[in-house]
């Protein structure tokens, strides 16, 4: 009795910090159909196609007698092209003598367009068309015994194949979509439901990844396998990378082997030499004309190599290692060269695979934006496409790793089974455990260079989300060690045991701007709260009127009572273009961040040992972009409000201290000491110029606090920045770095009677003062 077949795959899956994708799959034949059928489960694995031996003495006799005319005959010259030629005619002109070898390649098309069923150890298997090409006629110089270079099958494969043809066919879209955001919003039971659009909704896919994958192969295989079947007279398929002789490389050193190596049948005729400059088809045997449709490659990495063509397959590699271009605006450029109609017809695809370990600080900030910008759970609502019009799609690097993949491709991830035992598999342990323990032990060793070797183990053999972004841009200082270990803790926990969780703030009377704020449970909330101060300790506040000059009335105005909390808030601004060039998404417009930071209670930490202390720690962040600049402001003062906490806000952009003072809430700045002159500074909060001060902040936080920090998101921007310059891209990590300057450079709370006496009669409302 045969297995029950897999009627779905899963991409996604096992790494920390994105959500799986499940894909049907189609029903399979009658099993007397299905390769092996007749075999013991044992020996049933993947099998290569193997040529007919008639087949292959047509073509070396072919080969053979006209070359030796080339020797004879000065005028005569034996080209690739005369010799594909003579081949085809050879076999239709004895078409009785190679009936059986005729057959062999209608069913090598066959698999080709439509895929290829085979039993593997007991269980129906598919595998998509571009899959079986590449395993049978796509040479990647794989050196194991038997290869003869052709790739090994491996289950991974299988899965990215299967999603790659998914994201090039697919016209499926979520039903229901949040107005807002975007975001797909599942049913009662987690389950999402689908709708079908009357069009394609995705324009390929962006994977980052771990070395020796062959996906630059792949995608040079998916490219040759459309481009030398479609007819087209307007169209070609391209290759581009970070540099233009990575493109000219490629083509040279993966592309015209395979070309080589191609069996007659599946290599239309083309012009030029025997070694084109570039893949130029004219025809082949079953289409009379091809229409010149070819496949090359771009002579640069800028943004316009390739605009105003048409492209059927786009390759895009190694982006993270980009410097020569900003590669989300040649994104922009190249898909309009797969689609038309602003993206509202696409008829191409492309693919942009990048090594994580290879990443610089540039390109590799980009491509991370250009990833997050392929939320597969986030579409427009009309076109049913992501941000980017691409597919993100992540395996975690024990998902094949070798060595660890048993003969029916499938990969030891955990424990191996007695079967795996039984066939020779001699470890006690799976692939998982593997790269973990190679981790574990970089990390017990403590040593500088243990810890530098434990960073690069991580961007080589990347796990969690994390780990496909830790782009160096030099040593930040910041121990990811400590961070990992507390990430890992975290996501341990049960769902309901989370330390953190998402809120919304909100006024109690909607009515009423400055009524109490309440904090609402809301998976998709703006407030990641992981304290809430007892229901006494809550919206605790001074209210009092005072003469607002400026408008020559009294108005109502606040100060916190006694505050145990310290915030801060980085507002988003619209950048100049100078630091629009250091933002992932190389966009003018930034995130607002903030942060809430518990202040250390004497009452309960009595020892000076930071890393003891029990009461000092982030309570509450917030990273949203929001469309209005006053909106995000009245955020902060409800979160100032909710907790009762001092604002010291960063003041590159004045609006958010400015909001304070227009609203009545002055009494909720503070004020530092200004180290040069020794008094109280005239604005609150602080300057993100002294980039170092607060990089430091951050750094000494994480290593005597970062074992018991309870907000995962803060800890991953700790762990991702690559360096000073790229303040401005992670607001998070800047609010809470000002809340640890703010908590530092401000005294503790004074007393009400303190508070009432700085407020006075002025257009501030307050005067400066600080904690």
Known sequence: MAAEYDKSFIVNDGVKGITPIRISLPKPPKYYLIAGHK???EDQYFKREVMPEKLKSLEKDVRDKLRQKDREQRDFRATGQLIEDETWRELESNEEYYAKEIEWIKKQWWHRLYGYWFFNNGKPTYIDGWHWFYLNYWPIGNERKGSHGLPDYRDRDRKQFLFFRYSFTTCETFKNLDT????????????????????????????????????????????????????????????????????????????????????????????????????SFTHRKFEPTLGGTKLTYANTAEATAFDGSKQLINLSDEEGKTLETDIIYRWNVNKNTISTGDGSTIFGWSYHPSTVADMNERGGMQYKRLFEMSNFYQR??????????????????????????????????????????????????????HILSTSDFLLKQNTPESLKSYREHRQLYPIDLTDFFLIDSG?????????????????????????SEMFDLKRIDPSNKDSDVIHIPNPEGR???????????????????????QKNAYKMAYSPIMPKFISCGDPFQFNTKTQAELRRDRSRWSNGGGATLRRRDMSIDTTDVISDWKSYGFVCTYNNRIAILDEYCEDMIMM?????SLMYPETNVPRLYEYFLERGYGGYLAYGIDPLTGKIKDKPGFFTRDKQKLFQ????????????????????????????????????FVACGGCIMGDQETTAPITQKEVNKRVVLSGQLFAPYRY
């Open 39 to 41: 075999l013991e489960p």
């Open 380 to 433: 427009n609502s009309k076109t049913g496409q992501t941000q980017s019009m691409l597919f993100g799609l992540l395996f975690p690097a024990y998902d094949g790793l070798e060595g660890f993949v048993d003969k029916f491709g499938n990969t030891i991830i955990d424990v191996p089974t007695e079967e795996q035992k039984n066939n020779g598999f001699d470890r006690g342990y799976g692939a998982k455990e």
């Open 640 to 644: 100032c409000q909710f907790f009762g």
């Open 527 to 549: 407030f990641k709260i992981s304290f809430v101060p007892h229901s006494d300790q809550r919206n605790k506040r001074v209210q009092q009127q005072v003469f607002d000059r």
């Open 697 to 732: 902040a951050n750094k000494d936080y994480i290593d005597k606090r970062g074992h018991v920090e309870n907000h995962d998101d803060y800890l991953m921007e700790c762990k991702q920045i690559p360096g000073i310059e790229y303040l401005t891209d992670f607001d998070l």
């Open 180 to 279: 807002e955001t975007g975001f797909a919003i599942a049913d009662e039971n987690g389950d999402y439901e689908i709708i079908e659009l009357p069009f394609r909704v995705c324009g390929g896919v962006i994977q980052p990844k771990n070395r020796r994958g062959g996906n630059t192969h792949q995608g040079l295989c998916i490219q040759y396998e459309v481009t030398s079947r479609t007819k087209s007279t307007d169209k070609m398929s391209g290759i581009q990378s970070y540099t233009k002789d990575n493109a000219l490389e490629h083509y040279n050193m993966k592309v015209m082997p395979a070309w080589e190596c191609m069996p007659f049948f599946f290599k239309p005729q083309w012009e030029g030499d025997t070694r084109p400059s570039e893949l």
């Open 475 to 499: 040593d930040t200082g910041i121990n990811i060690q400590i961070i990992d270990k507390r990430l890992g803790e975290i996501d341990a926990l049960p769902r309901n045991q989370k330390p």
